[in-house]
């Protein structure tokens, strides 16, 4: 069963970082793009960014509202992606889905995993 | 505001036909870009339930069908069941913003 679990959520302050993973299984990890999607409470979906596989540079896109402070990278051989987010900031607080896929549609989507920035 | 409009809410009986639109234009759908459109169930993650403006990935049922057409798609959803209630969303790409796009989501209740 193709899988991706998320992981790292928590409750942090304005200003301080946090690391996101999601963990892949299921499917060879290596050949898919990798995206984050976010939402806010009650709220709709808001795509964070992507990084592409490998054979395509591993190169990565970002949403306007997260660049500069956001970065995503991979570990194939462990089969995770992260989401190293800096310089928080309380509109960032919501939920952090990865799901498999860049430009394209997003399938499957991991359950989410929860942040909030708050002081 | 997001740059791809959906109707907030659409309502219908069970047993009915009812269609989300998802308004976009020339930098995205327009420009030729694919939808794709999933359907969120109340707490639980997005799932696809089309792709490649009209396309069904296996085990979503036939009611489900999309359409495009010029800057605009279009979700159908025929013989309506109190399980499709639920959120909505579009999504495709756009050009000028070099990313990927949602749709507001369109909250559709079953009477």
């Known amino acids: 069963e193709v899988q991706l679990v998320e992981s790292g959520g928590d409750l942090v302050q304005p200003g301080r970082s946090l690391r996101l993973s999601c963990t892949a299984s299921?499917?060879?990890?290596?050949?898919?793009?990798l995206s984050w999607v976010r939402q806010a409470p009650g709220k709709g979906l808001e795509w964070v960014g992507f990084i592409r596989r490998k054979t395509y540079d591993g190169t990565t896109e970002y949403a306007a509202s997260v660049k500069g402070r956001f970065t995503i990278s991979r570990d194939d051989s462990k089969s995770i992606a992260y989401l190293q987010m800096n310089s928080l900031k309380t509109e960032d607080t919501a939920v952090y889905y990865c799901?498999?896929?860049?430009?394209?549609?997003?399938?499957?989507w991991g359950q989410g995993t929860l942040v909030t920035v708050s002081s | 505001q997001s740059v791809l409009t959906q109707p907030p809410s659409v309502s219908g009986a069970p047993g009915q036909r009812v269609t989300i639109s998802c308004t976009g234009s020339s930098s995205n759908i327009g420009a030729g870009y694919d939808v794709h459109w999933y359907q969120q169930l109340p707490g639980i993650a997005p799932k696809l339930l089309i792709y490649?403006?009209?396309n069904r990935p296996s085990g979503v049922p036939d009611r489900f069908s999309g359409s495009k057409s010029g800057t605009s798609a279009s979700l159908a959803i025929t013989g309506l069941q109190a399980e499709d209630e639920a959120d909505y969303y579009c999504q495709s790409h756009d050009s000028s913003l070099s990313g990927v796009i949602f749709g507001g989501g369109t909250k559709l209740t079953v009477l």
């Open positions: 299921g499917f060879t990890f290596g050949d898919y793009a």
């Open positions: 799901t498999r896929g860049d430009t394209g549609a997003f399938d499957p």
């Open positions: 490649g403006n009209n």
